[in-house]
């Protein structure tokens, strides 16, 4: 069949494609008995956004840069491996001419992966490939810890690609010639400087005097909020210094009654929750309590998310920043690990938070962030604390370790900052007498903390709670301690920032 879609839809007007396709109807395929069609089980593996953040980071090094450029109808750049034939009626309007007069319904062989076809993204995913890591061609290597994540060792670039978004980072004198290189192998538009990426913009700014790097998604956060108002009967959002309804604003009693927006309330907090994972860290916890309640929301969570898209509204100008100033030799990795231990009403399960950083003397840059409720009942402090450290330290900062060890040709430094004094103590020890009673997994998550610290770039150090960075993701905090909060993330308001005109 054939669609149109509205590309950059988050957009001002002006700024909106319409853009054309031809598309498998994957959802009547049938064999020739009738039957409904069986694919293979292949699945596409797109970079994530922490493998984008640590590329982007990557361009930001000094004598570095970033550019980006589309692949064009990239799916269809790949041959069709299906381990049947596929044969596929036409729409009408895709006859050539003069087969009006010799054909009712014609059939032809589907030869290239079209999109919509379930094994179209592996095909082409492994066309590209191939192509990357190629010895005779583009001579890259996969970076084992990101899919979709590509080193090239002679260049000393970096390559990421989300399905038909390639971006590349590291030395500028190295671009002209990759491209040119790849071009000859897949159909791509003409590179440009980094410019929007998975719907964020990312802007060279002036911060506090110095250049610096904002993420921003304002558009997309007023389309949020625009969203929500249509859906709830165009309740106006008001002014909110917090994500979090104030202590008492909740009736037990409204825990038991369902809620106005129980059946739109999953589309909204997704729309919030692609705002939160690329840009807007400040969100992803509120955002992933409500995500839990999806299946049985109340009145309550029509008040909690209700102050959660007035915060939106106040702070839709709002943008993370990121800046690399210093040699990349001056460069280490920061962890920041927090967890609140049964602090949620509903429920006695503690939250892990987690904040990756790249720091040096001048350089703050953030890679990846965590929240995330535990799936087991910790019985103390120091249980849950132990739990997120594991967590963030195994999901994100040891990968992240091993990818800028391969980037700067070098040790690299890990530094774990824990608010918990006898969690750092315990891990140290990797055995405690008071957690005698933790199950299996957790002993094996105190065992492996304490070997992964026992390397000598790695290390456990305590920081004091009014710098802990990752607090915001474990627990409400009070209006007096957000501002803070947002310091510390490098969560910024617009008007602070001064975009930098580039050429």
């Given at each position: 069949m054939t669609i149109v879609s509205e590309k950059y839809a988050e957009l001002k007007e002006h700024l909106r494609v319409l853009k054309g396709r031809i598309v498998f109807r994957g959802d009547i395929v049938r064999d020739e008995n009738g039957a409904l069609g069986v694919f293979q089980n292949l699945a596409a593996?797109?970079?994530?956004?922490?493998?984008?953040?640590?590329?982007?980071?990557?361009?930001?090094?000094?004598?570095?840069?970033?550019?980006?450029?589309?692949?064009?109808?990239?799916?269809?750049?790949?041959?069709?491996?299906?381990?049947?034939?596929?044969?596929?009626?036409?729409?009408?309007?895709?006859?050539?001419?003069?087969?009006?007069?010799?054909?009712?319904?014609?059939?032809?062989?589907?030869?290239?992966?079209?999109?919509?076809?379930?094994?179209?993204?592996?095909?082409?995913?492994?066309?590209?490939?191939?192509?990357?890591?190629?010895?005779?061609?583009?001579?890259?290597?996969?970076?084992?810890?990101?899919?979709?994540?590509?080193?090239?060792?002679?260049?000393?670039?970096?390559?990421?690609?989300?399905?038909?978004?390639?971006?590349?980072?590291?030395?500028?004198?190295?671009?002209d010639a990759f491209w040119t290189l790849l071009e000859k192998h897949v159909d791509l538009e003409d590179y440009t400087p980094l410019g929007r990426v998975l719907g964020r913009q990312h802007v060279p700014v002036i911060f506090e005097g110095e250049r610096a790097l904002a993420f921003d998604m304002t558009e997309y956060a007023a389309q949020a909020c625009e969203l929500y108002t249509s859906l709830s009967g165009s309740k106006p959002l008001r002014k909110a210094a917090t994500p979090f309804v104030p202590d008492g604003s909740l009736c037990e009693a409204d825990d038991d009654v369902r809620g106005e927006?129980?059946?739109?309330?999953?589309?909204?907090?997704?729309?919030?929750?692609?705002?939160?994972?690329?840009?807007?860290?400040?969100?992803?916890?509120?955002?992933?309590?409500?995500?839990?309640?999806?299946?049985?929301?109340?009145?309550?969570?029509?008040?909690?998310?209700?102050?959660?898209?007035?915060?939106?509204?106040?702070?839709?100008?709002?943008?993370?920043?990121?800046?690399?100033?210093?040699?990349?030799?001056?460069?280490?990795?920061?962890?920041?690990?927090?967890?609140?231990?049964?602090g949620d009403r509903l429920h006695t399960k503690s939250t892990s938070g987690g904040f990756l950083v790249l720091v040096g003397p001048r350089s703050f840059f953030p890679l990846a962030w965590v929240s995330k409720t535990q799936t087991s009942t910790s019985r103390s402090t120091t249980e849950s604390e132990t739990i997120s450290l594991a967590h963030s330290l195994f999901l994100e900062a040891l990968p992240a370790l091993s990818l800028w060890e391969q980037l700067l040709n070098r040790t690299v430094e890990l530094w774990c900052l824990e608010d918990n004094e006898a969690t750092i103590k315990v891990v140290q020890k990797g055995f405690s007498a008071k957690l005698r009673?933790?199950?299996?997994?957790?002993?094996?998550?105190?065992?492996?903390?304490?070997?992964?610290?026992?390397?000598?770039?790695?290390?456990?150090?305590?920081?004091?709670?009014?710098?802990?960075?990752?607090?915001?993701?474990?627990?409400?905090?009070?209006?007096?301690?957000?501002?803070?909060?947002?310091?510390?993330?490098?969560?910024?308001?617009?008007?602070?920032?001064?975009?930098?005109?580039?050429?």
């Open positions: 593996n797109p970079t994530s956004v922490q493998g984008l953040n640590h590329c982007i980071a990557y361009g930001e090094l000094p004598g570095h840069k970033t550019t980006q450029a589309d692949a064009i109808k990239a799916y269809v750049q790949s041959i069709l491996k299906s381990k049947h034939k596929t044969w596929v009626s036409l729409p009408y309007e895709l006859w050539p001419k003069g087969w009006e007069k010799e054909f009712t319904k014609p059939v032809v062989l589907l030869i290239k992966s079209l999109y919509g076809h379930p094994e179209a993204g592996a095909h082409w995913e492994n066309h590209l490939t191939k192509i990357l890591i190629d010895p005779k061609i583009m001579k890259g290597e996969k970076v084992p810890e990101f899919p979709s994540v590509f080193f090239f060792q002679e260049s000393r670039l970096m390559l990421a690609v989300y399905v038909d978004d390639f971006t590349l980072s590291g030395p500028a004198e190295a671009h927006l129980a059946g739109d309330a999953c589309s909204v907090l997704m729309k919030d929750l692609w705002l939160g994972r690329l840009a807007r860290p400040d969100l992803i916890k509120p955002i992933g309590f409500l995500a839990t309640q999806v299946q049985n929301w109340t009145v309550n969570c029509d008040k909690q998310l209700y102050r959660l898209m007035c915060y939106i509204h106040t702070t839709r100008d709002y943008q993370l920043v990121g800046r690399i100033l210093d040699p990349a030799d001056q460069l280490k990795l920061v962890l920041f690990v927090d967890a609140d231990f049964c009673h933790i199950g299996r997994v957790h002993k094996v998550n105190l065992g492996s903390l304490s070997e992964t610290f026992a390397e000598p770039n790695i290390m456990l150090m305590y920081v004091n709670t009014k710098e802990q960075a990752a607090d915001i993701f474990t627990k409400g905090l009070e209006a007096c301690k957000w501002q803070p909060a947002l310091d510390m993330l490098q969560i910024v308001p617009g008007h602070l920032l001064k975009p930098i005109k580039m050429g």
